[in-house]
């Protein structure tokens, strides 16, 4: 009886850790295709947590914090369009400098509103029968985004098998003088990628906040936007691969929280449990050959 609930509480538990760093993993994903590393992915959502936390403390409305979480990340996709396509700035060194730029924005106004503030947060599904199906019992332990995480997975896996506009986003990354020579706005393209990413990313740090206290901490974020950046890597830019590491990580990084629950893994450190996620990533990023970005990320186009 033991065992059982300390799997349904670790699986149910999994399952709330994945949703953010699987959506952020689609925009990214979606991004890097269209040739631009976004590496800012951390400090938009560090900045969707924060707008979030701020707007549900101040209106009492979750949805409103959502949509504020929403609008944050179309400012943020706005900001990295001027330094990555209109600059045509390093990548890496301004994407990173936006992250220093959101994490000091975000902890100073912390400091200036929000410090141990909490708001509201999302209602799990608590009315699914839970008697004796183990299943419904998880289930039952989730709220909307799921939902939203699998409506963005199958949006996503559209986009990029099905459309037009993923055809063109694949071409942009990988023949990005094809698409100029053929008419197309390579610009536009990669404007539309960008945005998505951004607004994505801002969104899962907006259920961050929302699936847990609904109050902003500082750093909350704890480097998933980088770990999403491995995660796209390691999937070969495949929605449904990024969907299934992205659980793998959440598993290992659930151990944390309902690891004193089992009597063989309540021994080990809480601080490994809190690095082995981490680890585990970095680790099969060195040890997996054969991931080779698209021919065009972080490269420029010329005018």
């Not at 936390?53 to 409103?64: D, P, R």
């Amino acid at each position: 009886m033991v065992d059982s609930i300390f799997i349904i509480a670790w699986l149910a538990i999994s399952i709330q850790l994945m949703v953010p760093i699987s959506i952020t993993c689609f925009g990214e994903l979606i991004c890097e295709k269209s040739g631009t590393l976004n590496i800012g992915v951390e400090g938009c959502m560090l900045l969707g947590a924060f707008s979030t936390a701020f707007t549900g403390i101040y209106t009492g409305s979750i949805i409103l914090g959502f949509f504020a979480g929403i609008a944050t990340g179309v400012l943020c996709g706005l900001c990295l369009t001027l330094l990555y396509l209109v600059r045509n700035m390093d990548q890496i060194v301004s994407g990173l400098m936006f992250n220093l730029f959101a994490f000091g924005l975000a902890g100073a106004l912390h400091s200036s509103f929000l410090s141990g503030q909490m708001g509201p947060t999302l209602k799990s599904f608590g009315f699914l029968s839970t008697t004796n199906n183990p299943i419904l019992q998880i289930i039952s332990q989730q709220n909307i985004s799921l939902i939203y995480m699998l409506l963005l997975f199958v949006f996503v896996l559209l986009v990029v098998n099905k459309t037009w506009l993923g055809l063109h986003i694949k071409a942009a990354g990988e023949r990005p003088l094809a698409i100029v020579s053929s008419g197309k706005n390579i610009l536009l393209i990669r404007f539309i990628a960008l945005m998505i990413c951004s607004i994505l990313a801002a969104s899962a740090g907006s259920i961050l906040v929302a699936s847990s206290s609904g109050g902003f901490v500082p750093g909350m974020t704890a480097g998933r936007g980088f770990i999403a950046l491995g995660i796209v890597v390691l999937a070969r830019w495949n929605p449904l691969s990024a969907l299934f590491i992205s659980f793998i990580f959440a598993l290992i990084q659930a151990l944390q929280f309902v690891g004193n629950q089992n009597d063989l893994l309540s021994t080990v450190s809480p601080h490994l449990w809190n690095a082995l996620p981490y680890i585990a990533v970095i680790g099969l990023l060195v040890a997996i050959k054969g991931a080779e970005y698209p021919k065009a990320v972080g490269i420029p186009l010329k005018k």
